[in-house]
């Protein structure tokens, strides 16, 4: 779901509608920055407050209204993501 959500963002073909969604899952993305793991994150996805913060960020952001569940699961799929590359990152350093 998380990742779907993340390829419907990036090949929404109207660029003003996708810059409006980017805006709104950074917005979310910050938010998300104190999980560290993936159970976090799937823990936090269905939290009313997730779920509250990115209802507003779809509403702040560019002045359109967007889905906040595709927002809420983008932003997860990209944190998600940091995490990743941050362990892989860590692993490659501490084979060196």
């Not at 507003?56 to 590359?85: D, E, F, P």
Request: glycine share 2%.
């Amino acid at each position: 779901m998380w990742r779907t959500a993340a390829n419907v963002v990036a090949t929404d073909p109207i660029e003003t509608r996708r810059q409006a969604y980017e805006q709104a899952i950074a917005l979310v993305n910050e938010q998300l920055q104190p999980y560290t793991s993936v159970r976090e994150l799937a823990d936090q996805f269905w939290m009313t407050n997730l779920q509250a913060v990115a209802a507003v960020a779809s509403l702040q952001s560019a002045g359109k209204v967007l889905n906040h569940q595709v927002v809420a699961a983008a932003a997860c799929w990209r944190r998600m993501h940091q995490l990743q590359t941050s362990q892989l990152l860590t692993e490659e350093v501490s084979e060196k």
